[in-house]
């Protein structure tokens, strides 16, 4: 199921410019959107509400399963089954398949997906947990993709979590901290970051695709993210380093790959995280 105003909205601007339209989100259809936010909205005492946890889970996995409801108040809006329905009537999530019993509700296009990260970062926000200087997040991510300098992105996101200690008790595990990453990167206009994107008989953990809207584009990324448990030793460290290496020449050598790239030069790229701190970095 997509949403059909969204759906008339691109093939009425497709057949009358032979282009996608420029914002991919009906003005129309955002006011409806901005209704959704106010649902997830923390209350301070509460930190982060079951709404925003849903959102939370379908970023990190791509997908949720929920028992579809037909009719609820809004009283009951905080019941996840309700929250979860209500996504799927507003087209943000789709049909997928089934699993145990229940249908797989998925992210269905990156226009849809842009806009949970949105939901997810201004959650953390409105419940103090965590907050970025997305003008300096964005002139580091045009760095990146003109200057092929990666690593202040990660170096700034790593310095603001030591200075913002409230949001660690939700990054725990190499889920999450792709999760973390996936919504404050995913916002940069520069790419289209692809999780969990298939290439080369595997799935790279982000593929920085560059916008095929901005043809001047001069760097594309593919990283693998490694992640360490607090009080491994420092052996591991290299032991990841290599398996991330195998496993980047092997997504790089994708046939798929020059298609997507224009003029980019294509960079490997490695973060390993040691809890919820970078413990290394490294471009092969």
Known sequence: MY?????????N???????????????????????LR??????HEMEINSNLSVIHEIVEQGYTTAV????????????PDNFKSLLYYFGLVTI??????QPMLAIPNHTVREQMYTYLTEGYSDAKLFTLDF????????????????????EYIN???KAQSRIRQYIDGEAHV??????????SNYYQLLPEYELGKGFADFYFCPNPRISDIEYAYLLEVKYMKVGEPDSRLEVLKVEAREQLLKYASDESIPSHLGNARLKLITVIYRGWEVAEMVEE
């Open 159 to 161: 310095t603001q979590l």
């Open 96 to 101: 997928q398949g089934i699993k145990r019993g």
């Open 68 to 79: 579809l409801n037909d009719g609820f108040s809004v009283d009951e809006m905080l019941k």
């Open 3 to 11: 949403n059909s105003d969204m759906v008339l909205y691109y093939l």
């Open 38 to 43: 106010y649902l997830i909205k923390t209350n």
């Open 135 to 154: 003008y300096e997040l964005g002139k580091l991510m045009e760095n990146m993709a003109y200057q092929g300098e990666w690593r202040p992105v990660f």
């Open 13 to 35: 601007a497709l057949m009358g410019t032979g282009f996608p339209p420029e914002e991919m989100i009906d003005k129309n259809i955002r006011t409806d959107y901005n209704k």
């Open 178 to 187: 792709k999760t973390f990453l996936l919504a404050y990167l995913g916002l």
